[in-house]
């Protein structure tokens, strides 16, 4: 399990600033240039576990960029190339200070809110008589504003976005024509596959032209949640548990082991075994979303590898 890229420390010509989120590391050069390494971090219930799971990174970040590349053409993002296959480099942007949720179904975070009791998440009315599952009548959107390090995400109305002037009328308008468009692209391309998707968040920035642009990770099974159509319907009508291919398998191992990220609970110890199972589990969802057959990059020494790539694209 040593081999895994769990943080970096890196110093590139022209850098400005470094930014270490949950699960990637942003390096801003100074030529209005980003550098965005995904790690093997594995974050849940907005917590980072102690140890990276084998190419989680690679996943997400090979993913994002396939799925960046298949939407572009309804809505432009901020990638321009992947010199490593843990790296994106894009654009620099003003990130928006919110997250765009979008749900199909009433899954993972809206249907334990659900079944609390509440009938409104984020200014959206939901039914009663709903099953966790249960297909919406039509995709929500469910914002929740973007947290500083640290701090967990919290659900925010599009009315109180713009009460509190988080995002423009005018923006936010934008966003969600966005986030319907692409929700509606990756709901195709799952179904191409064989595959349901349930919900999913998208993240916007701002180019200093002021263009709106994609940002970050998409359709990757760290943003979003996927069930398998076939059977979906049979085991709805059972009452029987989802074959789902997303991070939420990991939420409910930790939830079986008395953790939610609440204080005063303490973080069940994932042995070797375990993390390989959950590397397993990433490969097959990146097999299934992308049909294509995964291929392990070198890890043997997965810094010096990256660093020598970002180098050369930079020196190029």
């Not at 599009?158 to 002037?165: A, M, S």
């Not at 159509?229 to 074959?243: D, H, M, N």
Request: charged content about 30%; overall charge negative; aromatic content about 8%.
């Amino acid at each position: 399990m040593s081999n895994t890229l769990t943080e970096t420390s890196f110093q590139f010509p022209q850098q400005k600033s470094v930014y270490k989120g949950k699960v990637r590391e942003v390096y801003e050069l100074d030529n209005d240039k980003v550098v965005m390494i995904a790690t093997d971090r594995l974050s849940a219930f907005d917590v980072v576990m102690p140890k990276g799971i084998p190419y989680k990174g690679q996943i997400l970040n090979q993913i994002a960029t396939k799925m960046m590349n298949d939407t572009k053409d309804i809505v432009p993002n901020w990638l321009e190339a992947t010199p490593d296959p843990n790296v994106a480099v894009g654009q620099m942007c003003e990130t928006f200070k919110v997250e765009m949720v979008i749900r199909g179904y009433l899954a993972g975070h809206a249907a334990r809110e659900y079944k609390a009791g509440k009938r409104e998440l984020c200014g959206v009315a939901l039914a009663e008589g709903l099953k966790e599952n249960d297909k919406l009548p039509q995709p929500i959107i469910t914002p929740a504003t973007k947290a500083e390090q640290g701090d967990h995400d919290e659900d925010i109305s599009r009315e109180d976005i713009l009460k509190r002037n988080i995002v423009s009328a005018e923006d936010y308008e934008q966003l969600e024509k966005y986030t319907y468009a692409l929700f509606q692209r990756g709901s195709e391309i799952a179904a191409s596959r064989g595959l349901i998707l349930v919900d999913t968040k998208y993240e916007f920035g701002k180019t200093k032209e002021g263009k709106i642009v994609l940002i970050d990770e998409i359709h990757t099974p760290d943003s979003s949640r996927y069930f398998y159509a076939e059977g979906y319907e049979e085991r709805q009508e059972k009452g029987e548990k989802q074959k789902q291919l997303s991070k939420e398998f990991v939420r409910q191992w930790l939830i079986e082991n008395n953790f939610q990220g609440l204080k005063g609970q303490t973080l069940p110890e994932m042995s070797d075994e375990y993390i390989t199972s959950v590397s397993d589990r990433y490969i097959e969802l990146y097999e299934n979303i992308t049909g294509e057959k995964f291929v392990k990059a070198d890890i043997s020494n997965i810094k010096e590898r990256i660093e020598n790539n970002i180098l050369d694209y930079i020196s190029n």
